[in-house]
């Protein structure tokens, strides 16, 4: 859709506009669009208590409940209470293995319908290949899955034998852009865009309410030269919308550790470019070894990637394996088995500081107090695996040599092939006033998912230091890590516009003004 032919129906108001077309975005643009969550005839649920209390309005659509009620009492891996309670109803006791039926039934209800845009820089979805690793390979493909469109039965289409409950990333990405067509959403997105403003305006003299202008660029194909190319041309567009949803995700800017040689051609900041170069045909067995950096699931990732390549790793992070602060030691072995087979390297293949008297013999640096390392012996239960915990980076040299260093101050310098810096990622909130700092837990620091994600009301995702009413957020940037609990966020922000709507005298949705006045 183009954005300028929006804007020239002059002084509209567009009822929602939702920055991000990732799989936050696109669950909220499928429940924005008639499709509403209902307890089921038959439909039961083996949590007791939350059966009883769905069976007290079957009637009413989970949009209309009162969300709080339902979720008092629950429990589960995710912080927010409605994410919680939405994938325990899309996927009952998930978390013991069990495949309980859901108990909603989806109807499809056009007059609910809220009209909406949303914005996203590549396809719906697209940006999935930029995600953390959390969200990537790993997760069971159920976890993955959006409403109404089963993605077991769709990769069963796909492909003639599905392996395991695991879906690529590529076929998660192919999901999402077919589930937006299947679901007919797409005359709600509009692709190609890089947002550069929202803010707050003011209402005028005319009576038109304060709302929010949304700016930015959008890219459209131009003429096709006499050479068959075409220029493609960004385009500026604004919008007016009663309600924003910021659903950017929070992986735009890979984190950077600060030190000497980091720009250097060989040291990646993203999973991304191992696996180009791997498609490249870069890496294998003869390679030197891969540098990892960092102790997330994204390394880990890199680590099982290089790793099924038969190409050593040096595995560098700062923590102790032990640290209960890691990650691996929080996710259940039994649904992770990767991960903890990651976890089990780190522990069992450490990097020894009083090195023996042959490794010392092979020290090839000059400088003395530092070691050399030759690649990771191949007689260990892990061949090709070495873990630096408690140790970090303190430069890269162009002759691809990285020199690490202990929490006691020893050096080790070892010679790789790529270093990948993977320690996480930055949202750019370029487009809001000081980069939404003032949004956050602790405002005036930068917003992150893990250390200061914006500040929300947990059961309706409101903004709660917004200029204005009606701006929401939703996914990593209010702290929701996993795809899987994503769509808590499009149930509490849905329910609380359908609320307002409800409550409201209008058609539409009406100015927040008027109702929280
Ligand atoms: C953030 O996004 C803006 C466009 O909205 C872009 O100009 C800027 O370079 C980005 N910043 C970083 C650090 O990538
Ligand atoms: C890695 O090594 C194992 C054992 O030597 C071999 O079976 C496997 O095919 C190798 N994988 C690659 C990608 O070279």
């Given at each position: 859709?183009?954005?300028?032919?929006?804007?020239?129906?002059?002084?509209?108001?567009i009822?929602?506009v939702?920055v991000?077309?990732?799989?936050?975005?696109i669950?909220?643009?499928?429940?924005?669009?008639?499709?509403?969550?209902?307890?089921?005839?038959?439909?039961?649920?083996p949590?007791?208590?939350?059966?009883?209390?769905?069976?007290?309005?079957?009637?009413?659509s989970?949009l209309?409940q009162?969300?709080?009620?339902?979720?008092?009492?629950?429990?589960?891996?995710?912080?927010?209470?409605?994410?919680v309670?939405?994938?325990s109803?899309?996927?009952?006791?998930?978390?013991?293995?069990?495949?309980?039926?859901s108990?909603?039934?989806?109807?499809?209800?056009?007059?609910?319908?809220?009209?909406h845009?949303?914005?996203?820089?590549?396809?719906?979805?697209?940006?999935?290949?930029?995600m953390?690793?959390?969200?990537?390979?790993?997760?069971?493909?159920?976890?993955?899955?959006l409403?109404?469109?089963?993605?077991?039965?769709?990769?069963r289409?796909?492909?003639r034998?599905?392996?395991?409950?695991?879906?690529?990333?590529?076929e998660?990405a192919?999901?999402?852009?077919?589930y937006?067509s299947q679901?007919?959403?797409?005359?709600?997105?509009?692709?190609?865009?890089?947002?550069?403003?929202?803010?707050?305006?003011?209402?005028?003299?005319d009576?038109s309410?304060?709302c929010?202008?949304?700016?930015?660029l959008?890219?459209?194909e131009?003429?096709?030269?006499?050479?068959?190319?075409?220029?493609?041309?960004?385009?500026?567009?604004?919008?007016?919308?009663h309600n924003?949803v910021?659903a950017?995700?929070?992986?735009?800017?890979?984190?950077?550790?600060?030190?000497?040689?980091?720009?250097?051609?060989?040291?990646?900041h993203?999973?991304?470019?191992?696996?180009?170069?791997?498609?490249?045909g870069?890496?294998?067995?003869s390679?030197?070894?891969?540098?990892?950096?960092g102790?997330g699931l994204?390394?880990?990732?890199a680590?099982?990637?290089?790793?099924?390549?038969?190409?050593s790793?040096?595995h560098?992070?700062?923590?102790?394996?032990?640290?209960?602060?890691?990650?691996?030691?929080?996710?259940?072995?039994?649904?992770?088995?990767?991960?903890?087979k990651?976890?089990?390297?780190?522990t069992?293949?450490?990097?020894?500081?009083?090195?023996?008297?042959p490794e010392?013999a092979?020290?090839?640096?000059?400088?003395?107090?530092?070691?050399?390392?030759?690649?990771?012996?191949s007689s260990?239960?892990?061949p090709?695996?070495?873990?630096?915990?408690?140790?970090?980076v303190?430069?890269?040299?162009?002759?691809?040599?990285?020199?690490l260093?202990?929490?006691s101050?020893?050096?080790?310098?070892?010679?790789?092939?790529k270093?990948?810096?993977?320690?996480g990622a930055?949202p750019?909130?370029s487009?809001?006033?000081?980069?939404?700092?003032?949004?956050?837990?602790?405002?005036?620091?930068?917003?992150?998912c893990?250390?200061?994600?914006i500040?929300?009301?947990?059961?309706?995702?409101?903004?709660l230091?917004?200029d204005?009413?009606?701006?929401y957020?939703?996914g990593?940037?209010?702290?929701?890590?996993?795809?899987?609990?994503l769509?808590?966020?499009?149930?509490?922000?849905?329910g609380?516009?359908?609320?307002?709507?409800?409550?409201?005298s209008?058609?539409?949705?009406?100015p927040a003004e008027?109702?929280?006045?």
């Amino acid at each position: 859709m183009d954005l300028q032919d929006k804007e020239t129906t002059s002084g509209e108001i567009i009822p929602v506009v939702i920055v991000g077309n990732g799989p936050s975005g696109i669950c909220l643009s499928y429940l924005l669009s008639g499709y509403t969550p209902y307890l089921s005839p038959e439909g039961w649920h083996p949590n007791a208590l939350l059966q009883s209390k769905l069976a007290e309005r079957p009637h009413m659509s989970l949009l209309e409940q009162d969300l709080e009620y339902l979720c008092e009492g629950l429990e589960g891996r995710s912080s927010n209470p409605v994410a919680v309670l939405f994938d325990s109803l899309l996927l009952p006791d998930s978390d013991f293995g069990l495949d309980h039926t859901s108990p909603l039934e989806w109807r499809y209800e056009p007059q609910r319908a809220v009209p909406h845009l949303v914005l996203g820089k590549g396809p719906p979805g697209g940006a999935w290949h930029a995600m953390e690793g959390s969200m990537l390979t790993l997760s069971l493909a159920n976890w993955m899955e959006l409403p109404g469109l089963k993605l077991k039965d769709w990769m069963r289409d796909k492909r003639r034998n599905v392996r395991n409950d695991r879906a690529t990333p590529a076929e998660i990405a192919s999901y999402y852009q077919h589930y937006v067509s299947q679901m007919s959403l797409e005359e709600n997105f509009a692709c190609g865009t890089t947002v550069t403003s929202v803010s707050r305006e003011p209402g005028e003299q005319d009576g038109s309410p304060p709302c929010w202008r949304v700016s930015g660029l959008q890219r459209r194909e131009g003429e096709i030269l006499g050479d068959g190319c075409s220029v493609a041309e960004e385009v500026p567009f604004s919008l007016l919308a009663h309600n924003v949803v910021l659903a950017t995700g929070t992986h735009d800017v890979p984190a950077r550790l600060g030190v000497e040689g980091e720009s250097l051609p060989f040291v990646c900041h993203s999973f991304w470019e191992l696996e180009a170069a791997i498609s490249r045909g870069e890496l294998d067995r003869s390679s030197d070894p891969v540098l990892v950096v960092g102790a997330g699931l994204t390394a880990a990732d890199a680590v099982l990637a290089a790793h099924h390549l038969n190409t050593s790793v040096y595995h560098v992070f700062r923590r102790p394996v032990t640290d209960p602060g890691l990650i691996f030691n929080q996710l259940p072995k039994l649904l992770y088995p990767e991960y903890h087979k990651v976890h089990q390297m780190m522990t069992q293949q450490q990097h020894q500081s009083t090195l023996s008297p042959p490794e010392q013999a092979q020290n090839l640096h000059s400088t003395p107090s530092s070691s050399s390392h030759p690649p990771p012996s191949s007689s260990s239960s892990y061949p090709g695996y070495l873990s630096f915990p408690c140790h970090r980076v303190a430069a890269f040299h162009p002759d691809r040599k990285c020199v690490l260093e202990s929490d006691s101050g020893e050096q080790a310098v070892v010679q790789v092939s790529k270093a990948l810096v993977l320690i996480g990622a930055h949202p750019n909130l370029s487009f809001l006033h000081n980069n939404g700092r003032p949004l956050g837990v602790s405002p005036g620091e930068p917003i992150s998912c893990r250390r200061n994600p914006i500040d929300v009301d947990p059961f309706t995702n409101r903004v709660l230091a917004a200029d204005g009413p009606g701006m929401y957020a939703m996914g990593p940037l209010v702290g929701e890590n996993f795809v899987r609990f994503l769509k808590g966020g499009a149930l509490a922000i849905a329910g609380d516009l359908s609320k307002r709507r409800r409550w409201g005298s209008g058609e539409d949705v009406v100015p927040a003004e008027v109702l929280d006045s």
